[in-house]
């Protein structure tokens, strides 16, 4: 076909290394003439990854995804800075380690899967499916909306986007591995067309998700002994050039990079209105789970609403982020004054 070159320049490269057993597959079907992927085909193995997505921590969701130009709002800004902190602020010198990587409270579990993001050794040869009760195979559109591949579900998806036929498509067989999966994870958080930008390109992000702080905090404020004072240094124009914080709010912060993402949007999920393909991979998995295809209601619980590592101690009272009874704690050694930009 006429573009079918420059659909091709853009999808990322396969090597023979890559296509092993630490890779997984995803079938992309393209429309030329809108530059658009319009559906996917993937095995459970390919989605099941997508789903480790909402276990990671923010704080390595912005290491894997600030090698890129397009960073993840204010979310990169916060973990730059703070590795930028001097160890002697902590209490106990390897309390940084375990913010610049923070440890993912499903790591066991994680692990199990052909790629893992944490960073750490993947387990290989699992006979079975880790998230779903069985092996089977997915439709996945554009913007991350997850449905199981019944025939019905085809039909009606394909008449839904406005697609005549399939044949008209151009398909494509793409190899995911760890490189991957970081460039899909960080689309995932900035637009709600993430396989259109990791296959064609040339959308923009549109996201303000991690562009703000405050509204994540304040619902769970009241009626906590707990307070934090915050000086502003503000321009006539209303805008914040800068804050003066005590050790509280710092540590809240820091407590950030820790929160698994699931429990990020299960946070948030009725305070933004942002339409990037992270909140419909949420919703699909909510979805799939009320329909029975996951394999347990504590795997639906891993994904969408984990808990902190209990390696942590609990920093903060404005959260609701940690487990029962975990220990309360501090990263930093001495009271101090901060200046947040």
Known sequence: ??????????????????????????????????????????????????????????????????????????????????????????????????????????????????????????????????????????????????????????IALLNSLGVESIDLLHERTIYFGLKEFSNLLKWTLLTNNPLTNMVVGGSKPCSTLFTYSTPCISPFMAGDSSQTTVKLLVQKSKKVLCAQVENHFVELLFS????????????????????????????SISSLGVRKYLKSEDVKTILLC?????NYYCVTDLLPIYEVNTQPGRFLKEQATFIVI
């Not at 658009?36 to 993937?42: D, S």
């Not at 820790?258 to 933004?272: F, N, V, W």
């Open 256 to 283: 950030f990079l820790t929160i698994p993402l699931g429990a990020y949007e299960h946070l948030t999920k009725d305070m933004s209105s942002s339409p990037v393909g992270i909140s419909n991979l949420y919703k």
């Open 1 to 154: 076909m006429g573009n079918e070159n420059s659909v091709q320049k853009q999808v990322p490269k396969v090597s023979a290394a890559e296509q092993n057993a630490n890779s997984v597959q995803l079938k992309v079907f393209v429309d030329e003439k809108k530059k658009k992927v319009m559906f996917a085909e993937a095995e459970e193995d390919f989605v099941e990854i997508l789903f480790s997505f909402l276990t990671l921590p923010l704080g390595t969701i912005a290491r894997l995804s600030r090698k890129y130009e397009d960073k993840v709002g204010s979310l990169t800004s916060l973990y730059e800075s703070f590795e930028n902190l001097n160890k002697k602020l902590f209490f106990k010198y390897w309390y940084k380690d375990c913010l610049v990587n923070p440890i993912n409270s499903s790591a066991n579990v994680c692990e199990k899967l052909k790629v893992n993001l944490n960073g750490t050794k993947s387990i290989p040869c699992q006979p079975d499916a880790i998230f779903f009760k069985k092996k089977g195979r997915f439709i996945i559109t554009d913007d991350l909306n997850i449905l199981p591949l019944v025939m019905d579900t085809s």
């Open 306 to 310: 984990s808990k902190v590592a209990v």
